[in-house]
């Protein structure tokens, strides 16, 4: 049974405070934390809204706080606190922790996502469009939602939180949250208008209107069913040493049909030898800083470096290039195939890390490309024996799916399309370093190719 919603927005003196020495043990903990590796020193409550008050059996707090850390600026995050008297077994995951002062003394809160009743909140809310305080409920008229679809938490990790509805929807909640227009919304929105159907289609989603500055807070779209993502399938082809170039085909042709929407819906410009220089300056700093940051790079640094010059050099001869929306953040993981065998792209969010203007910047498409190369390139060389020729085969069926589609081959650009992947190689042996030692040799390995020879 949905439960009703009938929240208001909330100035419960204390609140925060009460919940504050809880969140600052457990906020670093969560994979979507961005500021990790620096303590959080204390919370300032931006927005509290009641979906449940507390004094029933199931209380639910929307809350948007920002949290403090030395040397850094604040971060807003999105969070949903269940409270309860005492949590049943299937929710022990979710403890936050048991509140000790003020109005929630002697309660247990928890993270609400993980219960079924809380989220079930949500989808009622989205369903009946709800208003709550800055919150913004709102649907597209032309969708239904249909009441009472059993929800359950994702549990994979990931850098926001997403909930599915009786496999019929997924809400993703975002979870460090930034005034503005989201592209995570934004472009699936733009897609759908123009009848893409390479991404689903946004049926409902949450704003928050706050101190007249908007917060795009979560998107819920249709769920696609049994599907796979690229990079799972892609591995498990790679494991039975099947050829995957006719999915890297129908991939490259999804990436164009996405693209080609993309630059119907939305504003392209030509970038210059002005804006090629900032493009360029941009990659050669990365490098440095990713130099400082992994000193194994010093070696290779010049001849990645002479990626980056060639496309300089180009643009000072006068070379103009076509920047548009594009995906921002593509890889293999972003690619879901239906088991009817159509590709989906998700998540438009872009570099999470990076601002939200920057992620909004028209760019050539042959980034997202570079990204899609790369992932080739990563399944082969994560494999043992590493599969150099599984991933030329994909990469240049990948290449000719493009072109099918858009009429431009991106290995006819190879000077931009190398600048491109070598600053992704770069930033994945950062993140790896970062996150994941343990795949360093992946990216590593490419660094030593890019910095010596051609990629195609
Ligand atoms: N429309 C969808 N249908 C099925 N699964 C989806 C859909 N959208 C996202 N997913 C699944 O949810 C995961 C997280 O989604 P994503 O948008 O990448 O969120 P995050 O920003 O948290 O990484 C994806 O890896 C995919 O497995
Ligand atoms: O979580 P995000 O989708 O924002 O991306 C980050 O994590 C990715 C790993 O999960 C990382 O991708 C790299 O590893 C993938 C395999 O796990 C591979 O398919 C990608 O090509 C490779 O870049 C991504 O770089 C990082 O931003």
């Known amino acids: 049974m949905s439960e009703a919603v009938i929240g208001t927005a909330t100035t419960s003196p204390g609140l925060l ?9 457990w906020l670093p903990r969560q994979r979507w934390f961005a500021g990790k590796g620096r303590p959080v020193t204390g919370f300032t ?20 706080v920002q949290a403090h850390q030395p040397a850094a600026p604040w971060d807003c995050y999105q969070l949903l606190i269940g409270v309860r008297e005492a949590l049943p077994p299937h929710l022990a995951p979710a403890l936050i922790g048991h509140v000790e002062e003020g109005p929630l003394a002697g309660r247990t809160v928890y993270e609400a996502l993980h219960d079924p009743r809380a989220a079930e909140v949500l989808l009622e809310a989205l369903r009946s469009q709800a208003r709550i305080g800055g919150l913004r409920f709102e649907r597209d ?12 938490v994702m549990t994979a990790e990931q850098s926001n939180t997403s909930v599915v509805y009786g496999d019929t929807f997924i809400l993703k909640l975002l979870r460090r949250v930034v005034p503005g227009v989201n592209p ?18 946004p049926t409902a989603w949450l ?13 819920l779209q249709p769920f696609v069913q049994g599907a796979t993502d690229g990079w799972e399938l892609a591995l498990r082809e790679l494991a039975k040493g099947e050829d995957f170039s006719a999915e890297a085909r129908a991939l490259g042709r999804a990436t164009a049909e996405v693209h080609t929407a993309l630059a119907h819906a939305l504003p392209s410009v030509t970038l210059g030898a002005a804006q090629l220089r900032l493009l360029v300056d941009g990659m050669v700093e990365r490098l440095d800083a990713a130099v400082q940051a992994v000193p194994a790079l010093t070696p290779y640094a010049p001849g990645l ?12 001869e006068g070379r103009t290039w076509t920047a548009q929306r594009i995906h921002g953040d ?3 993981g972003q690619c879901l195939r239906s088991p009817a065998g159509q590709w989906s792209l998700i998540d438009f969010e872009g570099e999470p890390s990076k601002p939200l203007a920057e992620r909004r910047m028209p760019q050539p498409p042959a980034r997202d490309v570079a990204g899609m190369l790369r992932s080739f390139d990563y399944a082969a060389f994560s494999a043992d024996p590493p599969a150099p020729g599984w991933a030329h085969a994909c990469r240049a069926a990948y290449c000719s799916g493009y072109a099918e589609v858009s009429g431009s081959d991106p290995r006819t650009d190879p000077v931009l399309l190398r600048a491109y992947e070598t600053d992704k190689a770069i930033y994945e042996v950062v993140y790896e370093a970062r996150h994941r030692p343990d795949w360093l040799p992946v990216p590593m390995a490419a660094i030593e190719r890019y910095a010596t020879s051609d990629l195609f």
């Open 17 to 25: 405070a009460s919940l504050d020495p809880l969140l600052r043990e």
């Open 45 to 64: 409550l931006v927005a509290a809204t009641e979906l449940l008050p507390a004094d029933r059996r199931l209380g639910l707090y929307h809350l948007l």
């Open 141 to 152: 008229p032309g969708q239904d939602i249909r009441p009472g679809l059993v929800p359950r």
């Open 184 to 201: 995570d919304l934004e472009l699936p929105l733009a897609l759908a208008r123009e009848g893409c159907p390479r991404v689903p289609a």
């Open 207 to 219: 704003n928050a209107e706050l101190d007249g500055e908007s917060y795009v807070l979560g998107v």
């Open 305 to 316: 470096r002479s990626a980056f010059s060639a496309l300089a050099d180009l643009a000072a």
């Open 330 to 332: 593509l890889h293999l």
